[in-house]
């Protein structure tokens, strides 16, 4: 991810056929960095709920009307994944703030404050 002038690449090893296998059945496919690791992408503005923490491609709220990511995280204030308030990813969008498709966005009880920082996505397969 592009913020302002600087860039922060994190590496997803996984086998498919490719990246639109991945994403296009819009099934969850889980991914393992561990949070640490998708915060990392956007420095140390970066704010996430301390919940859910459900990441990988086409991760969605339980209500898909919250938080979403077709690659990234998300986090949430409640101790579930149905109405998640925070995310980091590509493709992204949901509630409160359904315009930023590469973003980190929190609200409600991020570990950094609200956050609302667009980014430039960039992806190499």
Excluded: P
């Excluded at 704010?47 to 919250?66: H, M, P, T, W």
């Excluded at 980091?88 to 980190?104: E, K, L, V």
């Excluded at 991020?110 to 960039?122: L, V, W």
């Amino acid at each position: 991810m592009k913020i302002g002038e600087q860039l922060y690449f994190v590496v997803i090893n996984k086998r498919a056929e490719s990246l639109h296998s991945l994403i296009a059945d819009e099934q969850y496919r889980s991914t393992s960095l561990g949070r640490n690791t998708w915060t990392k992408l956007i420095g140390s503005q970066v704010s996430l709920q301390y919940n859910c923490n459900k990441e990988g491609f086409n991760a969605v709220s339980g209500d898909r009307r919250y938080s979403k990511a077709r690659i990234g995280i998300l986090g949430n204030n409640e101790n579930e994944c149905t109405t998640c308030d925070s995310r980091i990813g590509f493709g992204a969008g949901g509630a409160h703030d359904d315009f930023n498709t590469c973003d980190n966005y929190a609200c409600c009880g991020g570990d950094n404050s609200d956050k609302n920082i667009k980014a430039m996505g960039y992806i190499f397969v």
